[in-house]
Structures are given as structure tokens and as C-alpha cells.
């Protein structure tokens, strides 16, 4: 079985988690699930990066110590994810003894084959983002944060360096062999174009001294206390750390990284040159989605837009966390351009593609078969193409469609499959009137086998198309499975999705309980947005 590792940001515990987080998170999911169902061995890891500045800072501005302040919202991110069904394999926090020895070790070899020295920096810091910025950044954004528009600080520290310039080549030329190395294609040319633009890489710090701000919290450089890891240094081996073990080290490299546009030129510059450095192999891809906004405005606390935790909590309330999954991945931003979090807008989606799309599908032809042939999956008598339908080759396309692009993290391609399928359904019962058909048995008896080759066609292809939406909405289609007579699948005892979704599956005979209400039930457009749950 092939090894799949998935990775997502590891996220600042300064405060709770937002749609941001949850964003990339669910995406890291969804792709987990989708190679689980592929028939690969998934490993998916999250967490909190917790050494930061401003840790320190939100801490003493709430009276706690870093720990305590680190403990509470590592707890939230825990929660969140919870609460969106997230089923990552681990949770690393980089307080943890696990992640804390092996950085030591990381650097210490650094050292030792002269990857690491001691110097003067003096540059631009973004306090807001905790990190420092280039001089040429620094002028195009005004010495303001290019994230948070705050004033940048000019400080000179004595840190110990990385000499990333001395991988500067290397890289470029593994940028140029992989295309699939940078994603989107946008945020590769953006790396590029940065790459071509500078004077040559310049080494970055990687140490910051025990008092500037940051006191006693964070990793101490090897043999040297009196000066701490710097934050993202220490952040970016938790990739390595966690599966730099016997039972998990054939999981490395990672399949992709998944994270937001604004952490890129760290983990497709930084973090590939220390690697090779390290002498590791390289990630397979690195992966920057865009932002969200809300309703075409940027999310930002003064205007008191943001998609929180709290709203989250209440879209979940009231409309299940399988509905706000699908939102986020079938209308989120994962390519290069920002996506728009309007409530219309989900309410739409929701009524037209889950509502109205594989609810209403299902339960009409649970209905049918119900009525008709008291409850029990019709036999279709070996007709498999029907009407000018050939559903076995119209499935099965749509299966290898939708493995290619989730293989290639398209991951609304893939979902759009199942939509096809639930729509071509649609259209099939729109055509052959099952309905009208059933009210000619008593004068035509052999219309019933023509409404038995109808039904099992329906039904069988929603089963087909059930097992490329469970990744989105795993507790929909589970509902689903139990209703028809199914079980879940198993990756551990064999089951993929090229056998589970072979034509025939549903066997003529079994119960179907229609359930006494949809998978999901239609939402009034003119309600207006939930609040805090």
C-alpha cells in the first residue's frame, strides 16, 4: 500500500481559531479522506505552533503564563476541528518534548556540517507576523506588515544564520525539473518571479536572544541558552519531527503541504533549502490557497466580520457541519484568487447541491422504490444500458475523473463528479417518468421490469456517487449507507474506491429504509445569517 503524508499549517495559539484555520484544515481533511478511499496508506497532521512573540504577549495581556495561554487555545483548535469531523492521524504542539528534542537535533546537525554561524542582523521585523521581512518588501509595502498594514520595527540582533544562499541554485533548478513542486501555478510564478527579482538569497536568522521579548519561552539554541530558536525555524520541523520515527519515517517526504498564500515564501524557499541542508528528501508539493473575504469585504476585527469560531459553531447549528464542509471545499479559495464567505451565497449552494442535489435524489428514489417494490432494491434483469444510458461506463468515467483530480488536489473536481452523477440522475428520472410508468403495470405487467431497470439504475449510480461526496459530507453519506443496506468503507480490510464503486454493488433484494426526512432539508433564503452558536 503506497504512503501518503498530508500536512497543514500549525497554527498560533495568540488566539482561537477562525475559517482560515478551519479552511485549510478541512481541505488537509477532505484530501486525507480522498487517498484513504484511493486504497493509500494516509498519515494527516495539524497542530499549534506555540512559540511565538506574540504568544508571549496575548499571554500578559490575559495574566496567564505563555504555557497556560498556550494550553487554552491549543484546546480550541482541538475543538474546532472536532466540531468540522477533521480526521487527522496526530496533533503536534511544539511545546512537546517529542518536537522539542528532535529541532535540537536538526540544528546541532545544521551546525555541524557548517549550514549554521553566528552573526549581526539588522532588518525589518513584522511583529504582527513574526517574522522579518527583505529590505525590497519592506520599501514595496511601506514598512508596513504586507499581512496586517502595522508598522514594521527595525531592530540589529546577534543571531545565529542559516546559509540559505548557498541553496539558492539547487532550489531553482528543483523548482524548474517539478512543476507540481509550487501550486497553483500562480504561486509557483509568484516564488519565481521573487527568486529573480532579489540579489541572490541572503541567510536568514535563526536565533533570536533569550531577552528580546520572548524571555525563557521557545526552543535554546544548542549549547548556546542565552539565545532562543526563532519561531518559524522551529515551526517548519514539525513536518520532519513527528515522523522522524521507526514506525513512521517511510511517510516522509510529504505528499503536500497545505497552507495559506501568506506563508509561502517559507515553506517553498526556507524550508526546501533546509532540508537540503539536512540532506532530506524534498516535499512532493507545496499547496497556497487564497484568503476568504466576507460578503466582498476583508475579514477584520474592526469591522467585526470575521468568520469566528462562534459563527462557525452556529452554521454548523443550523445547517450541519457536512453542509459548512462542502461550502468551504466546493466554493473556497484554492486556487489563486480569494473567495467570498456570503451567506446568500451558502444558502444557495446548500438548497441547489445538497438540498436539492443528493437529498432530494436519494429520497425520491428511496420513495419509489418504497412504493413500488415494497422497500427492497429492485432486480434490473442484467440491463445495464437503458435508454441510452450506459450507467456502468458513466460511473466509472466519473470515478476516474474524480481520483485524477483529487490526485492533483482538485479537489471541487472531484466533488463535481458526484454532482454530475446526482444531476444525470436528474435528468434520467425526468426522462423515463418511473412515476407515469408505474401506473401502466395493471394493464402492461412488463412495464414493471422496465421501472425495476429504471430504479436500480438510479439507485445504483447515487451508491457510486455516495462514495465520491463522503469525503465532503462523511456523516451525510453515512446516514446513507445505513438506509440502504450498506457499510461504510474500510480502507484496512481492502476496500477502494475502484472495487467499492465497481457496477452492482447494490444487490437486488436488499432493504431500503427512505428515512423519515432528507439527507438535507431546504433552507429559506430570506432567513437571515446564524449568529454566534
Known sequence: MSKCYLTTPIYYVNDRPHIGHCYTTTVGDVAARYQRLFGREVFFLTGTDEHAEKVVTAAQEHGLTPAQWADRNAAEFRAAFALLNISNDDFIRTSQARHIERVLRYIAKLQEHGDVYQGDYTGWYDTSQDEYLTETVAKESGFNSPVTGRPLVKRTEKNYFFKLSAYQDRLRKHIADNPDF???EARRNEVIGRLD???GLRDIPISRASGGGVGGWGIPMPADPGHRIYVWIDALFNYLSVVDTENRREFWPPSAHFLAKDILWFHAVVWPCM?????EPLPRSVYAHAYWVRDGRKMSKSLGNFVDLDVIRGYVARYSRDAFRYFLITHGPLGSTDADFAHAKFVEVYNSELANGI????????NMIAKYFDGRVPDPAG???HREHDWPSICRAAVEAAIARADSFDLRGAVDQAVGLVRRVDGYINLTE????????????AAKGELAAILYHCAEALRVASLLFAPVIPDAMGTLWKRWGLAAPDPASGDTLARLAAWGGLKPGTA???GEAGLFMRADPAEAAPGPA
Open 182 to 184: 509550487i501550486m497553483p
Open 197 to 199: 527579482a532579489e540579489e
Open 275 to 279: 532540508l537540503m541542508a539536512l540532506g
Open 359 to 366: 437529498g432530494n435524489a436519494t429520497s425520491r428514489v428511496a
Open 383 to 385: 440491463v445495464e444500458r
Open 434 to 445: 418511473p412515476f407515469k410508468l408505474a401506473k401502466t403495470i395493471e394493464k402492461n405487467p
Open 512 to 514: 431500503i429504509d427512505k
